[in-house]
């Protein structure tokens, strides 16, 4: 065999072992009907939720004139919102936008998750409860601003009791609409 041709067949079969442990060590990413979604349980504590009323909770954490990441997935959080309401669920989830720049007021972060979809909540947190969010979630961000790096992710809580607890974590966009409507469904 020619040597060119032994490093493209090594390099292949490098290739497909490296795939065939990884859907191994990662069912989900083998598994199209739940790829892009991460299961977690954990109790959040959030005072923007003490007053909701709802049984779900669809939250989204971005800037205020974040226009790569932000816009497309808020977008895509308000198709599926409108989804959702066409279904005969029990529980229709309330979608939250928080804000991730603290002293932002209030009126600008709900005007613009109102321009998303009127009914969209939000929340301007300080910067204490900022960093109990980011600790909580984990989640990935800097302080730059509208220019700032985050992960588009959108979080599924549901009421438990007297407390909210985080159930899933959706981690592409555009999201799986289908996934998050089953996802909502069989937690009515």
Known sequence: MKPAMKTFS???????AFGVIASMAFPALS???HAGRGEDRRVVNFSFLKKEKSELVLVYFGYVGCTRVCMPALHDLADID?????????????VWFVNMTPKMDSLSVQSWAESFDKNFKSYAPNEVELKDMVHTLNLVYTHLGVEAEHMPYAYLIRKNGHRYELVYIYTSTPY??????KDIGELQ
Request: charged letters at 20%.
């Open 10 to 16: 090594g390099i292949l079969l490098i290739v497909i």
């Open 31 to 33: 598994d199209p009907n």
């Open 82 to 94: 409108h989804e959702i309401k066409k279904q005969n669920f029990q529980h229709i989830p309330s």
């Open 176 to 181: 799986n609409r289908r996934l998050i409507l």
